[in-house]
């Protein structure tokens, strides 16, 4: 069973920097797209980037691109979210997502979460 660990969230200032780890054990990843999504009280999960576990392609959400950036390190089998340049509207609880290639995010496995405020 996939289980997923985020961390590294907090209280920045506007234009501040964060990174998030997101911590996966439970299977061998390489069939799988990780992912981080994004939430905030009565709004619907936003998707935020994804990185391909196998060859590293990436995408991103145009609200982010430029300013985040995903990676993932294959022998600690963790998965990060570099955000800078971060802005009061990326405050959300961040939650890190494993899905198999081919299935929906919705039906993978997620973490969490972990809260991230941008005050301004």
């Known amino acids: 069973q996939v289980q997923l660990v985020e961390s590294g969230g907090g209280l920045v200032q506007a234009g501040d920097s964060l990174r998030l780890s997101c911590a996966a054990s439970g299977r061998t990843f390489s069939s799988y797209i990780m992912g981080w999504f994004r939430q905030v009280p009565g709004k619907e999960r936003e998707f935020v980037a994804s990185?391909?576990?196998?060859?590293?392609?990436?995408n991103y959400a145009d609200s982010v691109k430029g300013r985040f950036t995903i990676s993932r390190d294959n022998a600690k089998n963790t998965v990060y979210l570099q955000m800078n340049s971060l802005k009061p509207e990326d405050t959300a609880v961040y939650y890190c997502?494993?899905?198999?290639?081919?299935?929906?995010?919705?039906?993978?496995?997620w973490g969490q979460g972990t809260q991230v405020t941008v005050s301004s």
């Open positions: 990185i391909n576990w196998s060859d590293g392609s990436t």
């Open positions: 997502v494993a899905r198999r290639k081919g299935y929906s995010w919705y039906g993978g496995s």
